[in-house]
């Protein structure tokens, strides 16, 4: 018995690397690999389940146990864990990693040999302590090896490690243990990883979503309604929800949140409108340039305000140019006339420096509608300065 103890005590060194994605809608609650000292589990009777001390495929110390009384009929050996708080869980995922001898390539065990062993757990409110009564316990499966390995294999200096997943669903009490009875197999338990799927926060439709925990029924959608992010409302039709599946996903989206004023939409956010820009309402989808003769200074802006001297009337909308008031236009033309007028005596100065008679007859005629100005000319012989 000792030299098949330790047989599978020589497999910790040769596990064969394997790749493990920690995914991070996982949230575990129990990973013997992840502890340094003893796990201290409870075994009887005390010649059943042996804890062990070993290393993984990246040479990491881990404790493991071990069974392997197969030399003798009728075994019965069990292993409690310690209680294990669910957090919330309602659908519980246990994953084993195991080694498994084949009975065939043990001489003289052809009765007493097993292949299989069984998981089960307890629930409970509180730690069950080291006493272990098996009737508290209900069967969660029998598990048995995919491979399962024989003297040749450890000559060879092969590993077949074999991992399982089960599950447990509808808890009602704060938390639980698991058990494994051997009921002889020469068996070997590498890892236990016991954890719970959730749908982790996300951005979705401007909306965040919080971490939600999966329900226990596979065909179980638990709507969750969605809070806009910053600067961004709800849409009152359609309010934002999304579902989390019970394998921690997010399904059918519905809804969504829209930029407030003055902010567009960005990387799963709203960002406000820069400096010359705006946005008057939610219902637009971005920002625009302000119109003609009107200014933005601020970011963030809802509307752009009329440069000096210009104005939009009451009925004008926002998207409308500014234009200049009635007294600034005339201000305007009167400044256009000066220039005008000094225009027209420097070009009838070019032209009488020509010798061109001018026959005084040019005369530049104000109109006091701030709309024009207009040159008229007088006599036969006048030479219009406007087209000089």
Known sequence: MEQFKAIISVLWILLLNRNEECSAEE????????????????SYPSNGWEEISGVDEKYKPIRTYQVCNVMEPSQNNWLQTGWIWRQGGQRIFIELQFTLRDCNSIPGVSGSCKETFNLLYAESDWDLGRVTREDRYSKIDTIAADESFTQGDLGERKMKLNTEVREIGHLNRKGFHLAFQDVGACVALVSVRVYYKRCLSTVQNLAVFPDTVAEAAFSTLVEVRGSCVNNSEVDTDSPPRMHCSAEGEWLVPIGKCSC??????????????????????????????????SKAEEEGSV???????????????????????????????????????????????????RGVLSCGGCILIPVCSCSSLLMATRGPRCISLQSL
């Open 260 to 293: 407030s004023a003055g902010y567009e939409e960005g990387h799963s956010s709203c960002e406000a409108c820069p400096p010359g820009t705006y946005k008057m309402s939610s219902r637009q989808q971005e920002c625009f340039s302000c119109p003609a003769n």
């Open 303 to 353: 509307l752009c305000v009329c440069e000096d001297d210009h104005f939009r009337t009451p009925l004008d909308p926002p998207s409308v140019p500014c234009t200049l008031t009635l007294m600034s236009r005339c201000h305007h033309r009167e400044r256009e006339r000066e220039m005008s007028i000094m225009t027209l005596n420097d070009r009838r100065q070019r032209i009488e420096k």
């Open 27 to 42: 949230v575990v609650l129990l990973n013997s690999k992840e502890s340094q000292a003893e796990l201290g589990w409870t």
